[in-house]
């Protein structure tokens, strides 16, 4: 775990009979870190859930130096060339930009994200995401993706006074689109399936806990 400034809380809290993680943030930036290894040419497909609480205020995420992300999911890429040059692909709840935008990081070029949540309307309910990584990097980065080393997970709250909070359930990579939407609105819940594919690992493992899924 990293928090770059600020105050920064990590916990595992119960939500509707299960385990998952809360990040929250005041003024800071936090980031939990995950080493992995996936051949996104047979597993193409990552899916996560995660409910943003609070977001933050102020700039939008891609204003100034300031991020202000309420939730994003970090896919991390290494050059087999030159390893220590790194792309990050974010997947990101915004809080004003519109759903569907993609843009780079202002003050770090290597980093693109893609809105997939924005602005208030949605807090406090979980969804499940599902996204083509192989089919996003090539149109967002116009080459095939390096080496996937790794994933974070990020809050980012550093503009003055403010506040984030989010909870993020399970990711997964899988061979094809399997997972069902799971939409609360207006009270209205669909659960969600389940690929073959098992879990390749809980958010929870960052913590040392384990997972009743297999890998």
């Known amino acids: 775990m990293k928090v770059w400034e600020g105050i920064g809380q990590v916990q595992v809290v119960q939500?509707?009979?299960?385990?998952?993680?809360r990040l929250e943030t005041e003024q800071g930036c936090i980031s939990l870190f995950r080493s992995l290894t996936v051949n996104l040419e047979a597993n193409p497909i990552v899916s996560w859930e995660w409910s943003v609480l609070t977001l933050?205020?102020?700039?939008?995420?891609?204003?100034?130096?300031?991020d202000n992300l309420g939730a994003a999911l970090y896919l991390v890429f290494s050059s087999r060339e030159a390893p220590s040059r790194k792309t990050i692909l974010g997947y990101i709840w915004d809080n004003a930009r519109?759903?569907?935008?993609?843009?780079?990081?202002?003050?770090?070029?290597?980093?693109?994200?893609?809105?997939?949540?924005?602005g208030p309307s949605q807090l406090g309910k979980w969804f499940?995401?599902?996204?083509?990584?192989?089919?996003?990097?090539r149109s967002i980065f116009g080459e095939e993706p390096s080496i996937l080393e790794g994933m974070s997970l990020v809050v980012d709250s550093d503009q003055p006074g403010s506040k984030t909070a989010s909870l993020f359930g399970p990711i997964a990579f899988h061979s094809e689109f399997t997972l069902a939407r799971k939409i609360q609105d207006q009270g209205d819940e669909q659960s969600q399936g389940t690929s073959k594919d098992k879990l390749l690992g809980a958010l929870l493992m960052y913590l040392g806990l384990q997972h009743s899924g297999r890998n």
């Open 128 to 137: 499940t995401e599902e996204r083509n990584v192989l089919a996003d990097y």
């Open 56 to 66: 933050p205020s102020a700039a939008a995420s891609g204003q100034s130096s300031r």
């Open 98 to 118: 519109p759903v569907g935008t993609i843009f780079v990081r202002p003050k770090d070029p290597s980093v693109h994200y893609v809105v997939v949540r924005s």
């Open 15 to 21: 939500e509707d009979h299960r385990k998952v993680l």
